[in-house]
């Protein structure tokens, strides 16, 4: 899949693409038969909502599950992103969010990238949000939400917010939201939410600010968010645990494009459990080769 | 005003009306402008959201502001809810909600009639809701969300939920949600959301199921939400107090239609403090006069 100019233009402008039904119902009921079984793991990489068992988010699947590893080389997903940086990229973070119906909790707005920068130093904002529904979203069941534009301004200030939800979050000030909204259009486009079929698929800007409301429908709203990060632009700290941040800068190799369906060989090395070294952390930079 | 066939049929059948744009932007700035002194208020009326201090809920207004109190007597309100009870109302409750810019919380799935017979022993189900937008409701700033024809159900279980938010609420199972929604169409119009300009009202039924989301957008959500109980249905308990469920069932007398933009004498006894009288509460029944 290659971006078109106008996309590209578009991109540029408004700091997201959205692309609905990119994936096939069949290709996405590869991934939600999985979702249950990954869920009910008692696993660090399975974070749950503060109200009680039901999961939040889970983490680095693509390390563990055959069919998340599998989109994880999806060529859709990853050429558009090769094609935007220009260069080969590497899997920064992948999580399966689980905004469940009737407990599906906010995301407040923040930007991604502000925490990959505190946390993770990692130097400019080249690495790329991907959103991969697995469930429809509609008005109802808290649809990711979007400050169009809002990534020309780089990087903005953020506070560390550790309570509102059950993950912590760089988030940002309410004065400067309602500047960024009402500079892209106010209550015309200031805010927008791109809803879809299960297998739409939103590609964003590490600094386009985002957030996502609760859900209180009683449809789940399922949907893989995963970084994609170029390999010259790779981390320099590795403060946060490596299922939430990886290690490992090597270049994806995509698989065919029918690989959802067929079976392809590839490495679950997380399959066992994580080795005990992903969970040690270090505040030092860290020692790069000259 | 008076409810045409088709309306009382679509009422009958859906639960709700609305009425875009019933009120004037001028009609709405008077009492837009009040909110703020009143939210400033250091009284038990101003209930606060959990996060922190800003109003969730006032209570009883129309007790103690001048131009609430108009609005508390409005012939386009009041008229419509006599001719549907065939009979006098009295003011139930009365509260603006202000669901503020990123900080308005959830209301979870309730009845209001459930709360109104649970708690104050209302006989019947003649006691109407009314909801009057004072800022624009869109899809971004947490719009109410019914289940249309869910009032059918007459009163379901419910549980007392004193946890999830700072205002006790009867709430209801999420699996007979499930179900509601799915009887009223599922994805296709199992759950609404009425939206429109500042001025607009909905007038809905007290067995009707309703929600509401976060506001995690830079726009206010305020909105009067009222309850007109058919005379003859008055409480029976007093269990709690009389700024959240009234105890005066002197039948409503309506002003002008244009009484918002003109002076017309109305009594404010709340004006200095609610008295001593409307804290005290029961848990037994009212001795009513044979």
Redesign the interface.
């Known amino acids: 899949m290659k971006l078109r100019t106008e996309q590209l233009e578009r991109f540029d402008r408004d700091g997201y693409l959205f692309f609905p039904s990119l994936f096939t119902p069949q290709e996405i009921k590869t991934l939600t038969d999985e979702v249950p079984a990954l869920y009910a793991q008692r696993r660090p990489e399975n974070v749950r909502e503060k109200?009680g068992d039901v999961v939040r988010t889970n983490f680095a699947a693509h390390l563990y599950s055959y069919p998340f590893a599998k989109l994880a080389r999806h060529p859709r997903m990853v050429e558009p992103i090769k094609q935007l940086f220009g260069e080969d990229v590497y899997m920064h973070q992948f999580k399966i969010n689980g905004k469940q119906?009737?407990d599906g909790d906010?995301w407040?707005?923040h930007q991604d990238y502000g925490t990959w920068l505190n946390d993770d130093k990692m130097p400019a904002e080249r690495a790329m949000n991907i959103a991969i529904f697995l469930d429809?979203v509609?008005?109802?069941n808290?649809p990711l939400?979007f400050i169009p534009g809002s990534h020309k301004r780089g990087v903005v200030d953020a506070k560390h917010d550790l309570t509102?939800t059950s993950y912590p979050l760089w988030t940002i000030d309410?004065a400067l939201?309602?500047q960024l909204?009402?500079r892209a259009g106010g209550?015309n486009g200031g805010?927008v939410?791109p809803k879809g079929p299960a297998g739409s698929m939103i590609v964003f800007h590490g600094c386009l600010v985002h957030?996502?409301?609760?859900n209180?429908?009683?449809?789940n709203r399922v949907a893989v968010y995963l970084s994609l990060c170029a390999v010259s632009n790779h981390i320099r700290r590795f403060k946060r645990p490596e299922y939430i941040a990886h290690r490992d800068f090597t270049p994806i190799t995509t698989l065919p494009d029918d690989c959802l369906l067929k079976n392809y060989p590839v490495e679950l090395p997380w399959k066992n459990g994580m080795p005990a070294s992903a969970l040690e952390t270090s505040t030092d930079d860290l020692k790069l080769a000259a």
Do not use: C, R
């Open positions: 109200t119906a009737f906010v407040q707005w429809d509609n008005d109802y808290g939400m509102t309410n939201i309602g909204v009402e209550k805010i939410a957030a996502s409301g609760s209180l429908s009683p449809w």
